[in-house]
Each structure stands twice: as structure tokens, then as C-alpha cells.
């Protein structure tokens, strides 16, 4: 298999930096997270990961995705009929690694990043991709329909910046 070229507009480019957090801490003895199709994924693109391998940004991007993850896992202890919905879902690999087999999950990206995201996954029964803006509301009917319990989970699109308040 020829290497998978990268591309993508800038801002989606951030997609690959989870994914490189992913992956290396798959390769470590004691890794925050296994995510064997996140090593297979790096291993198959045509991508230069070297001005991240060494940032900061690389394992702040792991620790959160750790976090999500347990949002999602409470969500689905919870819920496990319930419906996921990943935000800006980029190359992520949380439904491979989290699904109870019964939960739905929306996938939701933009076209370049869905364009990539399809030549390593596809939909599934229980699990659909749909190409949107979160601006956009048309895909909001999709996801209605599947009646809740929802959980919405926008790992690196909407950021909130911690802030300390001084009281």
C-alpha cells in the first residue's frame, strides 16, 4: 500500500496531533491509551510528524483525549443505548475503542477531513459519518431522530480556555 497523502487546510491539519499522541503512547510499555489503528494510521500517511513529536501541545492533546474518554465511558455506563456524537471527530479512533456495542455514534466532520477519515473507516450500522460544519444545522435532524439520550463530545473544535478567578 503507497502512503496516504495529507491534505488538509490548516486548521483541520491539527486533526494529526491527537493522532500522533494516540499512537506514541500506544508504542510506550504503560501508555496512557491503546489505540493500535491510531499506529497504523501515522504508519500509512505521507505526513512529516516531526514538528510535533517533541511539543507540549502532543501531550496536552493525549491527556485530553484521555479525558473525553472517560466522559464517554460514563456516558455509556449511563446510557448504553444512548447516542455519541463526536464534533470535529478528525482521525479519531474513540468509537474502535470505547463502543459497548450498542451505542449509536455520529461522527462529524468537515469534507477535507472526512475525505481522509474515509480511507481508514467507513459507516457502519451503528455508526455514521456525516460531512458538516458544527455551524451548519441540517445534520441536527440525523441525530434527532435517534431520540437521545445524546452526548456530545467536541474534543479540539470548541475549546474553553481555563481561567483562573480571582475571588
Known sequence: MSPIAVDLGPVQ????????GRAAETQKANGLIQDDKAVEIVAALDYDFSKWQKSKTLAAATLRTRMVDQD???FLADH????VVEIGCGLNTRFERLDNGQARWFDLDLPDSLALRRRFFQDEPRRIMLEASV???DWMETVAATGGPWCFISEAVIIRPYRKLNR
Not at 491539519?13 to 500522533?20: D, F, R
Not at 448504553?80 to 447516542?83: A, D, K, V
Open 72 to 74: 464517554v465511558q460514563a
Open 80 to 83: 448504553p443505548t444512548g447516542t
Open 135 to 137: 455551524l451548519d444545522t
Open 13 to 20: 491539519e491539527t486533526l494529526l496531533i491527537p493522532l500522533l
